[in-house]
């Protein structure tokens, strides 16, 4: 690392400085990463960031963490915690382990407890980056009609191209679990999967119901696409989507959705515009028929190296303009991964109504 140019980390629209300093790794995710500065680094940190309230005995900044994240700033036997502590000499107090609450930070230096506080935000978003995704943003396409056409998409590929490599019935999606994807989010309590239900609504308020017209938006499912460069070694297959009227208004509100949950801090960016796709096929499958894709990109602890490809040339040149019909999307859910609902849908956590 450059150390005239080091890391910066965007955390609640500020930046931090992320400096260099030699990381040790323990077993089961409990890696730890440091971040060295004195307590009277203020000058280099953004001071007004956060409250810090004066007491009768120092000073006190409190901050909400969902408790999964507790043992990052804790480390290994109780080894990051102290650390923290020594170098910017405050006291730290975290919850017990699954009490949701706030870590108080108290300290008789306002700047060593500005400091301790920074370094916490930095270890969360970091070790938060790491974390499997638990919700998703999804449009349901599991209606009667479209998952009929899927079985039937199923059915006559296994006729036409079960000799090709790699091609068998474990790899078609769950047609009751058909979807577009629109963003992947962490989210480790009660109280952020409440804080993404409630940008939901605002996205309606101020700017869904205008774009949709406050009605369906009726979709188009035809024909085949894939992702990688070689279609004899497929990962992934996905069915193509498009408005039946020829606008952009599904992208439109796809890309301005994502925009907003990623200003919110509660998804990350993972490209300029969302790519429009349902899953029909997928090698996650093989092992895992609940497995999900993270936006094209692998998920939780996969390897590419686990995945075995499949030979996708003649799907193409068979399916490549198969319908699976039409679909009236009137909703955008916020999903929960490895879950299922009455219908075989996953269990909704919260929802935008197009009305």
Not at 72 to 89: D, N, S, V
């Amino acid at each position: 690392m450059d150390v005239l140019r080091p890391t910066l980390i965007r955390i609640g629209g500020r930046v931090y400085r992320k400096n260099p300093i030699q990381e040790q790794a323990y077993q089961h995710e409990e890696e730890e990463e440091d971040f060295s500065a004195g307590p009277g680094d203020c000058a280099d940190e953004p001071c007004d960031a956060f409250v810090v309230e004066e007491t009768e005995k120092g000073f006190q900044c409190r901050v909400e963490v969902p408790s999964p994240l507790y043992k990052y700033i804790i480390g290994k036997k109780g080894e990051t915690k102290k650390k923290l502590e020594t170098e910017t000499r405050t006291s730290i107090s975290i919850p017990k382990p699954g009490v949701e609450g706030e870590i108080v930070i108290t300290g008789q230096h306002r700047s060593g407890v500005i400091s301790a506080r920074t370094r916490i935000d930095v270890l969360l978003d970091s070790f938060r980056k790491k974390q499997p995704f638990t919700h998703f943003l999804s449009f349901a396409l599991n209606q009667p009609a479209i998952q009929e056409k899927f079985l039937q998409f199923k059915e006559e590929v296994l006729e036409k191209c079960s000799k090709d490599h790699g091609v068998s019935s474990s790899l078609f999606q769950n047609p009751a679990k058909l979807h577009l994807t629109l963003g992947t989010l962490v989210l480790l309590n009660e109280q952020e999967i409440q804080k993404a239900c409630d940008l939901l609504q605002r996205c309606k308020e101020d700017f869904v119901d205008q774009i949709a017209g406050g009605k369906p938006l009726t979709v188009e499912v035809a024909g085949v696409e894939y992702m990688n460069d070689d279609p004899a070694m497929m990962d992934v297959l996905y069915a193509k989507v498009h408005m039946k009227d020829g606008s952009d208004r599904l992208q439109v509100i796809a890309d301005q959705l994502v925009e907003r949950f990623v200003a919110s801090g509660l998804m990350l960016k993972e490209w300029d515009r969302v790519k429009l796709h349902a899953t029909v096929m997928n090698t996650l499958f093989r092992k895992d028929p609940s497995a999900e894709e993270r936006n094209n990109t692998m998920a939780g602890k996969s390897s590419f190296k686990e995945r075995e490809s499949f030979n996708g040339r003649n799907i193409l040149k068979l399916f490549e303009n198969f319908s699976f019909g039409e679909v009236q999307l009137d909703s955008v859910r916020l999903s929960q991964r490895f879950s299922s609902d009455a219908s075989g849908y996953y269990a909704t956590s919260g929802r935008l109504i197009f009305s």
